[in-house]
């Protein structure tokens, strides 16, 4: 599976983005699927995830309430919404799929996206 992540860019505190993670295959929908993000000189920590048929989702507390992760089966395409962001988001964002469940470790994670930077500015 080939995942294209897209949609970063620069936005002030409280704005809003929308990124977009785009998988090449139809088995796209066998696979749970994460964002996760790493800010310079940090590990790369989990964001959120979301099951195969879009029914159960969880995330890291840093971005309960304000982000939000669904997916369009359809489109071969997951989505994360963040909202109300916050200076400390800034990082380069990126997609990943696993076979393995609802994870939250990235080693769980077997194909992964390019990344997208996000710059929240104060």
């Known amino acids: 599976v080939q995942l294209q992540a897209s949609g970063g860019g620069l936005v002030q505190a409280g704005g809003s983005l929308r990124l977009s993670c785009a998988a090449s295959a139809r088995a796209f929908s066998w696979y749970v699927m994460g964002w996760f993000r790493q800010a310079p000189g940090k590990e790369r920590e989990f964001v959120a995830a979301i099951n195969q048929i879009g029914s159960t989702t969880t995330y890291a507390d840093s971005v309960k309430g304000r982000f939000t992760i669904s997916r369009d089966n359809a489109k071969y395409t997951v989505y994360l919404q963040m909202n109300s962001l916050k200076p400390e988001d800034t990082a380069v964002y990126y997609c990943?799929?696993?076979?393995?469940?609802?994870?939250?470790?990235?080693?769980?994670?077997?194909?992964w996206g390019q990344g997208t930077q996000v710059t929240v500015s104060s």
């Open positions: 990943a799929a696993t076979l393995r469940g609802m994870v939250s470790r990235s080693a769980e994670y077997e194909y």
